[in-house]
């Protein structure tokens, strides 16, 4: 088993920044790929970025260029660096990981991140 403990949401205004953290702890040698996904209120949820066991990044379109995933594999975190925040952001964000060999994937708790215009 793995335990996500997510941490970095908060309120802020169109344009400003936030980082978010997912520290991992358990199985941790099991891990393939990592990310987030978000959840607007109303709508499923989506994914946001991701990044493969070899360090292969992908972002959905509408955080390209704005948004970065990275890790630090000494601390078992994965970080999202979100810049230039719209009122679209907001929702819940959730951290993920999915594991070797079954593809079983856990979720962090969520944290909200709401951006006012």
């Known amino acids: 088993q793995v335990q996500l403990v997510e941490s970095g949401g908060g309120l802020v205004q169109a344009g400003e920044s936030l980082r978010l953290s997912c520290a991992a702890s358990?199985?941790?040698?099991?891990?393939?790929?990592r990310g987030w996904y978000r959840q607007a209120p109303g709508k499923q949820r989506d994914v946001v970025a991701t990044i493969t066991r070899a360090g292969t990044t992908n972002y959905a379109d509408s955080v390209e260029g704005r948004f970065t995933i990275s890790r630090d594999n000494a601390k078992n975190t994965v970080y999202l660096q979100m810049n230039g925040l719209k009122p679209e952001d907001t929702g819940v964000y959730y951290c993920?990981?999915?594991?070797?060999?079954?593809?079983?994937?856990?979720w962090g708790q969520g944290t909200q991140v709401t951006v006012s215009s």
């Open positions: 358990g199985s941790i040698w099991r891990i393939n790929a």
């Open positions: 993920y990981v999915g594991l070797l060999p079954s593809g079983q994937i856990y």
